[in-house]
């Protein structure tokens, strides 16, 4: 699901309604030197809004005033510097600029008409949240991966198998063990190999105990560096799914770990829109899908739409909508006053509470399937 803050925003962006509505969406970098190049598609982009916005009647008043925020942009180095992956801009008369920033990469579009043009920011739909422990007898490290960015958690993960076990009297476990094979006397203390295995349980269980509240759901999956002997002993402590991983060293940077866990991380990606594909040939073949953009149209405007999967690639599908009239008109490119139709029914289901699910690739020729509540 669209995580909570991302969703309030998209579905803010869709009520929108109104004249000379610019929507930018643009790739950005995080680093010198590629920064230097996104101040230069944003003036790209503020020129082809200007040229649309001047097509569609606007005035240079007008044009000046919608186009403000993105221009102020362009003479504001600070602005570029750590930048996400994405970037979208939205600006309308008397609405000000909403700017959102996004951690995966946008496709480079201008769109404006009397509606935001929100579908691209699905992107962020499209991320896989991996929660990875780095984990050895001298110290843990506990990270979120999202959007290749691994970010350190705040546990209270113990230091070391010593910190976890600091309150344990050795002097006592010890005591009177014999000293040799056949010594007499008796044996009150315990075997120095079992006390090592109970000092690392006990490690170890702290360590899931600690990380069990931020693992939120119990079907999600954790990857863990470590030791086989490590993973093996985590791994029956916790309900979750562990996936093992190489060990590391707890101080191994975040780029390293993120580059470690990439490939994991695409096979959980192909993974849930393979799940989402065989819904909608379900769906398709129980003849409960839609897919004809105009059907699906009307069901979004309606709110029948219970969960709509889309392709997540799929190009801009140009047209006019009269909701009133439940008239659509297809069109065969970008035109003064067209919207991308399959924009308008995400932004349909999104105000009536659907669900929302990306494909890797149209389903049997479809690039989206609707699956009606009734």
Not at 127 to 136: D, G, H, Q
Request: aromatic content about 4%.
């Amino acid at each position: 699901m669209i995580a909570t803050a991302v969703r309030d925003t998209l579905a803010d962006l869709a009520r929108h309604s109104g004249p000379f509505s610019v929507s930018i969406h643009l790739p950005t970098h995080r680093r010198y030197p590629e920064t230097e190049q996104d101040p230069i598609r944003l003036k790209n982009s503020i020129d082809a809004a200007a040229a649309a916005l001047e097509a569609l009647g606007a005035d240079r008043c007008c044009r000046a005033s919608v186009l403000a925020g993105p221009m102020e942009r362009l003479d504001d180095p600070s602005f570029w510097q750590h930048r996400d992956r994405g970037l979208a801009l939205f600006c309308a008369p008397e609405a000000g600029t909403v700017e959102v920033s996004v951690p995966a990469e946008l496709p480079e579009r201008v769109v404006v008409g009397d509606r935001f043009h929100i579908r691209p920011l699905l992107a962020v739909h499209d991320a896989i949240r991996l929660p990875a422990l780095v984990v050895t007898r001298h110290g843990a490290r506990f990270y979120e991966i999202e959007h290749e960015v691994a970010r350190p958690v705040e546990v209270d993960l113990p230091a070391s198998v010593e910190d976890a076990n600091w309150f344990m009297d050795r002097e006592a476990q010890l005591q009177r063990r014999p000293q040799r094979p056949g010594a007499h006397g008796g044996v009150h203390g315990h075997d120095p190999s079992q006390l090592a295995e109970a000092d690392l349980r006990r490690y170890l269980d702290a360590i899931a105990q600690a990380i069990r509240a931020p693992l939120r759901t119990a079907d999600q999956p954790l990857l863990v560096f470590g030791t086989d002997h490590l993973i093996a002993d985590l791994s029956g402590l916790l309900d979750h799914t562990v996936i093992p991983a190489p060990s590391l060293d707890p101080a191994t940077s975040p780029d390293k770990i993120v580059e470690i866990a990439v490939p994991t991380i695409e096979a959980l990606r192909t993974r849930r829109r393979d799940d989402a594909a065989e819904r909608a040939r379900e769906a398709i073949g129980r003849r409960r899908g839609i897919t004809e953009i105009e059907a699906a149209l009307h069901a979004a405007t309606e709110g029948r739409i219970d969960e709509l999967l889309i392709d997540v690639a799929t190009e801009p599908m140009w047209g006019r909508h009269d909701p009133d009239r439940r008239s659509v008109e297809l069109m065969l490119e970008h035109a003064p006053g067209s919207v991308d139709l399959l924009d308008r029914v995400v932004a349909n289901v999104l105000l009536t509470s659907g669900r929302i699910s990306l494909l890797g690739g149209p389903v049997d020729s479809h690039a989206l399937v609707a699956i009606p509540r009734f």
